[in-house]
């Protein structure tokens, strides 16, 4: 196989079970460490449900993230894109959107898998914000390059399409060789993990889009702005929690306005 992040040939590393019934092989390229496997003729039995039923930790990942992300748009990234919009690429349940609005940021919601629950209304097409001509600072995609067959082409159309500068993803990493088959992240029995990454991976996939790479614990950033790493570091470390508090003094909470508002459609419909 050619590997999609840098061009060069990968080397099968393995064969395992998926979905406790496909043995499929796993592909290393060398060069930049990616890890990937075979073309995934599964990914629609893989999600059937989109979100995995062993995805337990889902609700308390995403209060953290919730925490680190405001830290990053208010202490990080330039101040004017406070009041920007921000669009969640891999929004899942809509959970991350509702509780980045209830902080104070304008965030919307996108996901071509799943189904939005918790944001209804706020899905990035019916954007009426983006009506109002503000920019869209950012993009999100939080635990999802990992389900892709080509992340870096998915970047590449994300940002272009969004006219955006930067985008904001989490993900686990290994360093070296790809890790023995007990390591938690494969998820072999939900089939949804298809792309893994080592942190020269990364460089290379930013230094093909013209961008830097940032990064913290599992917070990445690649972005065509230069942002501090040690304000990256504090947003994502001990005082994380202390920062988060400070920043949402400074904020205004979108959930009083979205409650008039979807009152307002509510009234529409019935008319």
């Known amino acids: 196989m050619v590997c999609k992040i840098c061009g060069a040939k990968q080397k099968e590393w393995f064969s395992t079970k998926v979905l406790q019934k496909y043995e499929v092989r796993y ?21 059937s449900s989109a979100i995995a039923d062993t995805d337990v930790g889902l609700l308390s990942r995403n209060n953290i993230n919730c925490r680190i992300l405001s830290n990053i748009i208010y202490y990080l990234l330039p101040k004017r894109g406070r009041n920007q919009i921000f669009v969640d690429v891999a929004g899942g349940m809509g959970v991350l959107t509702r509780l980045m609005r209830d902080v104070g940021f304008h965030f919307y919601w996108s996901d071509k898998y799943a189904e939005n629950i918790f944001a209804k209304s706020f899905e990035y097409a019916g954007d009426v914000f983006y009506k109002e001509k503000k920019e869209i600072f950012a ?26 500068k930067t985008i904001i993803f989490t993900m686990d990493i290994f360093n070296g060789v790809p890790p023995s088959t007990d390591w938690w992240y494969y998820s072999f029995k939900t ?8 942190e020269k991976t990364l460089k290379e996939m930013a230094k093909n889009l013209n961008l830097y790479l940032y990064w913290s614990k599992d917070f990445y950033i690649m972005s065509e702005y230069v942002l501090s790493n040690t304000i990256l570091k504090f947003c994502t470390g001990l005082l994380s929690h202390f920062l988060f508090l400070r920043a949402k003094k400074g904020t205004k909470s979108l959930l009083p306005n979205d409650y008039d508002y979807l009152l307002r459609l509510g009234e529409d419909d019935g008319a």
């Open 27 to 47: 592909y290393f390229c060398e060069e930049c460490g990616f890890l990937c496997t075979e073309e995934p003729y599964w990914l629609a039995e893989a999600y």
């Open 139 to 164: 993009l999100t995609a939080f635990s999802f390059l990992e389900h892709l067959v080509d992340p870096k082409a998915f970047i590449k159309e994300a940002i272009q399409k969004h006219s955006t």
């Open 191 to 198: 089939g949804q993990h298809i792309s893994f990454f080592q």
